[in-house]
C-alpha cells in the first residue's frame, strides 16, 4: 500500500493524524527512492553556497553536509525495508490512542511567546528557533528552558546583535543552567557572527519564504542550517518541523531508542543514519505526529528506557503480539541504542 495516495483513507481511521498535503510517491519499484518533501526554489529564495562562507570550516560541517547531500533520495540502508507505510501507521495509532486518546495531534503554528528552547524551535523567527534548539542539545527540558530565558532577560529577547558582540563570558553566564554553557555559548556566537557575514544581518527568514523570497526547499534550507557550526541534523529537521512547517523527521534520542526497539533501523546505525534512513522510510503526512508522540512516550515510558525493564509498555507489547520479537530480542535492542547515544559526538 502506498500511504501517500492513501490521504483520505488514513484520515478516517486515524482521527489524531495530521494530515498534510500529500506528496506524489515514486513510480519507482524501491521504496528507498522516496525523496523529501520539496518546493520549487526562487532566484530570489536561493542562499550563497555553504562554502563561501569563511570561518565554518571543520570536519564536523564537511561529514554533515557530506551526509545530507549522499543520502537525500537514498537511504543509506537501502535493504532495510522498515518502517513501512503500514507499520508507520500502526505505531502512530497506538501511541495516540494511549497518550492522547482525548487530544489528536494538530501542529499548531509557531508561537511569538513560546520557549524555542522548550518547543524544539517552535517560534517564528528562525535564528530564535535555532538557538533554542541549540540550548536543547544534550540536557533536560527544564535546563533548555531555563537557559534560553536567561538569555532573554540578559539582552532582550531576539537581540541578537548584543548576543553576538557581548563578551563569552556574559552569554555563558546567561545560558549557565542549561548545562555545556561554554560549549552552547561558543556556538550561539559564532551561529550569529556567520549568518550576519554571510546576509548582511542577523537574520535567516529568508528560510521561511518571508519578504521577497519564496519557499526554498528542503534540502536548500537543510544545506544552509547545517553549514554552521552547531547545529547537527537534528537541529535543522526541529527547525524545518517546528519553526518551518516542514515534513522532516527529527531523531533525538527518544526516537533513537524507540526505532532500534521497533527494528526501524540497522543495529549499526547511529542517530545520524538513523534519522537519514527514517526522514525517507516515514510518510510525510506522519512524521510531525509520529515524532512528537515518539517524544512522548519516550519521556514517560519506563519500560523501554532500559533494558531489563518488567514495567509494561506498549510498543513492547506490540512487539509481542507480532512475534517480531522475544524478550531476550527487545532487551538487545535497547543495549544497543544506549551505548550507540553514549558513542555520538557532535551537534544534534
Known amino acids: 500500500m502506498i500511504l501517500r495516495s492513501k490521504t483520505k483513507e488514513i484520515s478516517r481511521r486515524s482521527p489524531g493524524l495530521v494530515v498534510e498535503t500529500p506528496v506524489r510517491p515514486s513510480t519507482g519499484p524501491s521504496h528507498q527512492k522516496r525523496t523529501r518533501t520539496t518546493s520549487s526554489p526562487t532566484k530570489l529564495g536561493i542562499p550563497p553556497k555553504a562554502s563561501s562562507v569563511g570561518g565554518q570550516g571543520s570536519p564536523q560541517r564537511t561529514r554533515k553536509l557530506k551526509i545530507q547531500t549522499s543520502f537525500m533520495t537514498e537511504s543509506p540502508f537501502p535493504h532495510h525495508p522498515h518502517p513501512t507505510p503500514a507499520e508507520a501507521l500502526e505505531v502512530h495509532d497506538l501511541l495516540a490512542a494511549t497518550h492522547r486518546p482525548n487530544a489528536p495531534v494538530v501542529r499548531p503554528p509557531p508561537r511569538e511567546t513560546s520557549n524555542s528552547a522548550q518547543t524544539c524551535g517552535d517560534v517564528p523567527n528562525v535564528i530564535e528557533a535555532v538557538i533554542g534548539t541549540i540550548l536543547s542539545q544534550n540536557t533536560s527540558r527544564i535546563n533548555s528552558t531555563r537557559a534560553k530565558r536567561g538569555l532573554d532577560e540578559a539582552f532582550g529577547r531576539n537581540n541578537f546583535e548584543a548576543i553576538a558582540s557581548a563578551p563569552k563570558e556574559v552569554v555563558l553566564d546567561a545560558i549557565r543552567t542549561g548545562g555545556l554553557a561554554n560549549k552552547k555559548a561558543g556556538m550561539i556566537q559564532g551561529l550569529l557572527r556567520a549568518v550576519k557575514e554571510r546576509h548582511g544581518l542577523y537574520s535567516l527568514q529568508h528560510l ?10 528542503d534540502d536548500q534550507i537543510m544545506e544552509e542550517l547545517l553549514s554552521y557550526n552547531g547545529v547537527g541534523p537534528k537541529t ?29 533501523v540497522p543495529s549499526k546505525a547511529d542517530r545520524v543514519l538513523a534519522q537519514a534512513h527514517l526522514d525517507l522510510r516515514v510518510p510525510a503526512e506522519l512524521k510531525y505526529g509520529l515524532h512528537v508522540l515518539m517524544i512522548q512516550h519516550g519521556r514517560i515510558c519506563r519500560g523501554c528506557k532500559k533494558a531489563g525493564s518488567g514495567v509494561d509498555c506498549v510498543l513492547k507489547d506490540y512487539l509481542r503480539r507480532r512475534k517480531v520479537k522475544t524478550e531476550e530480542d527487545i532487551d538487545h535492542r535497547l543495549k544497543e541504542a544506549s551505548q550507540m547515544e553514549m558513542r555520538m559526538e557532535g551537534p544534534a
Open 236 to 264: 535543522a529537521s526541529c527547525v524545518l518541523l517546528f519553526c518551518l512547517g516542514r515534513n522532516s523527521f527529527a531523531v533525538d534520542t527518544h526516537v533513537y531508542r524507540l526505532s532500534h526497539l521497533l527494528g526501524w
Open 208 to 217: 521561511a519564504g518571508d519578504h521577497n523570497s519564496l519557499a526554498l526547499r
